[in-house]
């Protein structure tokens, strides 16, 4: 049994700084790559990066690049998810994820395992 727990999601101001961490417990040797997506409300999940576990190739949508760092802890099966620099637009329902299917992958069928989610909600 696979568990993605995702945590420190908050409340923040525009421009503040948010770090995300996905704890993996259970069948993890089975992870290909490990993602973050976001879902806005009223909105479909949005891809935000991901992290290839064999490589530790970060790879990210464009308006998050420069501000997010995704990074893998394999001793604690942990990924961050660090945000710089929060926009307004950033405000979502943050999901980890993790995929058995490919290194690369970029869209919400390549992932096999979700976790609830954490709230993130940026103020002007």
């Known amino acids: 049994q696979v568990q993605l727990v995702e945590s420190g999601g908050g409340l923040v101001q525009v421009g503040d700084s948010l770090r995300l961490s996905c704890a993996a417990s259970?069948?993890?040797?089975?992870?290909?790559?490990m993602g973050w997506f976001r879902q806005a409300p009223g909105k479909e999940h949005t891809f935000v990066g991901a992290?290839?576990?064999?490589?530790?190739?970060?790879y990210y949508r464009d308006s998050a690049k420069g501000r997010f760092t995704i990074s893998g802890e394999d001793a604690k099966n942990t990924v961050y998810l660090q945000m710089n620099n929060l926009r307004s637009e950033d405000t979502a329902v943050y999901h980890c994820?993790?995929?058995?299917?490919?290194?690369?992958?970029?869209?919400?069928?390549?992932?096999?395992?979700w976790g609830q989610g954490t709230q993130v909600t940026v103020s002007s």
């Open positions: 994820a993790a995929s058995t299917y490919t290194d690369y992958p970029v869209a919400f069928h390549q992932y096999h395992y």
């Open positions: 259970g069948r993890t040797f089975s992870f290909r790559a």
């Open positions: 992290i290839s576990r064999s490589s530790n190739t970060t």
